[in-house]
């Protein structure tokens, strides 16, 4: 079978077409168009659930994420909360033409991330972790103690190395997971120290990206240790669903309410609270405002209706562009585009932006204004076939190095995100994937497999004579 990865995994199709009966009976006058957008989600969202308990399931999750900011939010603003909302937030091209690419396009990023009909570099080999963690058992909390460390001192450095820094703080969580995938019971003090980090920091920045998508991959990770039954992952997926929910319409009131830098909890309540009172979580003007913040097709369509009427197809250019921020060091390129660089959407949407305010065109944008909806298309499948190709490149190393499959969060929980800009996505993936080899080159023998091995015929032998000199 084809792409047997998407079809051939055992889902409850039955609860896929109630889902779709459903979607017919809350929106009856849907369009086709609307309706299909849907449909593919709804299956991508099934996918990535029963995923959990056997993989990290990053295509899943790359797939699930391109689904709702490109395909869910759209259809939602084009049912009617496009109404509600000020006028530059609104779906810019009638649906029949956004989503004649977008489809398409989100469809070819998925089958590239599917393309080897395996779940390559997500299967984490629980029993070789465990052997790591036997016979290295303070290096996880070593990993712990570099997030810590890289988190604080980030903040001393130029944009560049603190983005080395900020890969690097993500070292606590893969210190995390390595003991909760042993066979130790789960110590309770680091599981809070680093959850508790990521709550805290997101907190004070009242920016919850990272808390969201670190807390989707701890569940994976959970779920891979203790195997959880069906109804668990429902009552847990039902609690995340609202978590985001609730973090996605408290988001600007709580920042309009802090300081940068200076959130906490009480501010956090106080915002519940005032949204509240303010007509509540379900009022259709609040419910229109969240969706904005995960419908990335809205800034896509304003580049669908500036280029190329304002400003002609980049034919490649802009993607070169890109291409060298990603790759290229800034000490080779010291004009590349820098992370968070606003230019490319004034230039291909026309859109004003406030100081300060980080968008991107995403890369479904980036490769329209560079190719057009056919190259776009192409470029979505090249872009999900990359994400592939560093997944198996990630299982052929875990040959030799089994524990560097619990590394692929760290690799990935950034460039998942569609609201990310294409450059700083992919500096991402190669920024980290990098510090990863460097890594392999310095703790060569702790972390191969052949070391882990010949530790631990060591430590026999040792408890052994031990035990001999004793009788």
């Not at 192409?378 to 875990?398: A, E, H, R, Y």
């Not at 692929?408 to 992919?426: H, N």
Request: aromatic letters at 16%; a positive charge; charged letters at 15%.
């Amino acid at each position: 079978m084809f792409f047997p990865t998407l079809f051939n995994v055992k889902i409850n199709w039955l609860a896929y077409a109630l889902g779709l009966v459903a979607v017919i009976i809350v929106i009856p006058d849907i369009s086709v168009w609307r309706f299909l957008a849907l449909a593919i989600a709804g299956h991508q969202f099934l996918l990535l659930f029963y995923s959990y308990g056997y993989v990290i399931p990053v295509r899943y999750w790359a797939g699930a994420m391109a689904c709702l900011q490109y395909l869910v939010g759209p259809s939602f603003a084009y049912s009617g909360l496009d109404e509600l909302m000020y006028f530059k937030y609104r779906m810019q091209v009638p649906e029949d033409v956004y989503f004649a690419y977008a489809i398409p396009a989100v469809i070819c990023f998925i089958l590239g991330l599917h393309i080897s009909g395996r779940l390559w570099g997500e299967k984490v080999d629980e029993a070789a972790v465990n052997r790591f963690v036997e016979s290295n058992t303070q290096l996880p909390y070593i990993f712990i103690g570099i997030g810590f460390l890289s988190s604080i001192v980030s903040g001393f450095f130029g944009a560049e190395l603190a983005n080395v820094f900020y890969i690097l703080s993500g070292f606590k969580f893969i210190g995390l997971f390595m003991l909760l995938l042993s066979k130790q019971p789960v110590k309770l003090l680091p599981f809070v120290l680093v959850v508790g980090a990521i709550v805290s920091s997101s907190l004070k920045a009242a920016m919850f990206h990272d808390l969201l998508t670190w807390a989707v991959f701890i569940l994976a990770v959970l779920a891979i240790k203790y195997k959880p039954s069906i109804f668990v992952k429902i009552w847990f997926t039902v609690g995340m669903v609202v978590t985001v929910l609730i973090i996605q319409q408290i988001k600007s009131v709580y920042r309009s309410n802090i300081t940068y830098g200076q959130g906490n909890s009480a501010a956090f309540e106080e915002s519940f609270r005032t949204v509240d009172q303010s007509g509540g979580f379900f009022n259709p003007n609040n419910i229109a405002e969240s969706n904005v913040r995960i419908n990335q097709g809205f800034i896509v369509t304003n580049a669908m209706k500036w280029v190329p009427e304002h400003e002609p197809f980049a034919r490649g250019a802009e993607l070169v562009k890109i291409l060298e921020a990603a790759f290229l060091p800034r000490i080779i390129a010291p004009d590349k585009l820098k992370a968070g660089d606003n230019s490319l959407v004034f230039k291909y949407t026309g859109m004003t932006i406030r100081q300060g305010t980080s968008m991107s065109i995403s890369a479904l944008g980036d490769f329209y204004v560079n190719f057009g909806t056919f190259g776009g298309c192409i470029g979505m499948f090249l872009f999900g076939w990359i994400f592939n190709l560093v997944l198996i490149g990630f299982q052929k190393f875990s040959k030799d190095f089994p524990i560097i499959l619990v590394f692929t969060p760290l690799v990935f929980y950034y460039p998942i995100r569609p609201d990310t800009a294409l450059q700083t996505g992919l500096g991402h993936l190669v920024k980290a994937s990098f510090l990863l080899w460097v890594m392999i080159i310095f703790w060569k023998k702790d972390l191969s497999r052949r070391g882990i091995e010949q530790k631990i015929l060591m430590e026999q032998a040792k408890r052994e004579a031990e035990l001999a000199r004793g009788g």
